[in-house]
């Protein structure tokens, strides 16, 4: 018994690491062409896209390992079924369950992982990443501005740039709203980004424009000043202050926590934060009821071709993944309690696996 689970085992993590390479692989090709355009066409460090793009790249694994536990499993058992090695193993008198538990305990240690990935892991690595990304904006504010949308990155001002080259500008409007007074408009042909590392700050020079000065004789109305060069200081600070809330999926669940006990003592629902802590642990737990169901779907099918199981296979991940969308939408609606809404994908798929389980076993 220790041989075939062995065996067993081994067959297994060839196609799991195969899988997790690949779909790793195909989910971070995506942001390295980005990050390779930050390098190539807007002239930012590699050394900040480098350490900004790892930095992403744990949070991909709380995807990429249950699929890929999906596949090895299924590749696994199904090149021996089709080999007729389950076969010749149940006909020498071997329970076909003793050959799927080393899977599900390898599948518990995975979700267990996850967990902890989840928790502690994701969280940390997704902080330093927005401190990367800061770092990035604060070196090569260009980098990270797209032409032709409002920006509203900085304090006091709402940016609207035509054309952006690297760090130089062209065609720029700067608006600054002024509670109970007309807004401030400036617009200049030309403008660059430069940064003042020693202040921490960043100066914007414009070239060539109009600025709307206040009125000394009527502070409420403006009137137009030409330019040759204008300079402009943001100060970095306060724009990292205005920087996206901390999203709760990027926190801990003592820091999830916490937030639920603030909301709980000013009468605001906390449900979407629960929601969060159980999707973070049960969602964890896909590692374990993927193999549970993967393992007799790839047995019972064992005429299919590698080609076919690999359709197989996404069917099973995507349905799994609408599941979780939809229970989360009903637990965030308050339609069903957070701790059995977040848990009925698993409990479904484990049914799923165990009249699938007991369907081979009586076979």
Avoid at 42 to 68: E, N, R
Avoid at 100 to 125: A, H, K, T, W
Avoid at 144 to 167: A, C, H, M, R, T
Avoid at 302 to 312: A, E, Y
């Amino acid at each position: 018994v220790k041989i075939l689970r062995n065996y067993i085992l081994k067959e297994f993590i060839v196609p799991f690491c195969l899988a997790l390479l690949v779909l790793t692989f195909i989910m971070v090709l995506g942001n390295l062409v980005k990050s390779a355009e930050l390098v190539i066409n807007k002239g930012v460090k590699i050394s900040l896209v480098i350490k900004s793009f790892l930095y992403m790249i744990p949070f991909l694994f709380t995807y990429t390992i249950p699929l890929a536990c999906l596949f090895g499993v299924i590749f696994a058992l199904g090149r021996l079924s089709s080999d007729n090695e389950i076969m010749a193993i149940r006909t020498s008198g071997v329970n076909i369950m003793r050959l799927i538990i080393p899977l599900l305990i390898v599948g518990l240690i995975l979700s267990l992982v996850l967990v902890i990935l989840n928790d502690r892991i994701i969280p940390y690595f997704h902080f330093a990443a927005r401190k990367a990304l800061m770092d990035i904006g604060t070196r090569n504010p260009a980098a990270y501005l797209e032409p032709g949308v409002f920006i509203n990155s900085f304090q006091k001002y709402i940016l609207f740039i035509y054309g952006i080259d690297q760090n130089k500008l062209s065609n720029i409007r700067i608006y600054e709203p002024q509670e109970g007074k007309p807004t401030r408009t400036i617009v200049a042909k030309k403008g660059e980004f430069i940064y003042l590392a020693n202040e921490n700050k960043i100066k914007l020079k414009l070239i060539d424009g109009t600025s709307d000065e206040p009125n000394p004789n009527d502070p409420n109305n403006f009137y137009k000043l030409n330019f040759r060069i204008y300079f402009m200081t943001l100060n970095v600070s306060q724009n990292a202050a205005n920087l996206p809330e901390r999203k709760p999926k990027y926190m801990t669940i003592k820091e999830l926590n916490n937030e639920i006990g603030k909301l709980e003592k000013l009468y605001i629902d906390p449900v979407p934060l629960i929601t969060e802590i159980h999707k973070k642990v049960s969602f964890a737990f896909s590692c374990l009821v993927l193999i549970f169901l993967g393992a007799p779907l790839a047995i019972i099918s064992r005429k299919h071709s590698k080609s076919v199981n690999t359709v197989l296979g996404f069917l099973v991940i995507t349905s799994y993944y609408l599941l979780f969308l939809g229970a989360e939408a009903l637990s965030i609606q308050n339609t069903i309690p957070a701790a059995i809404a977040m848990w009925l994908p698993n409990l479904l798929v484990v049914i799923i696996g165990l009249w699938l389980n007991y369907r081979l076993c009586v076979s």
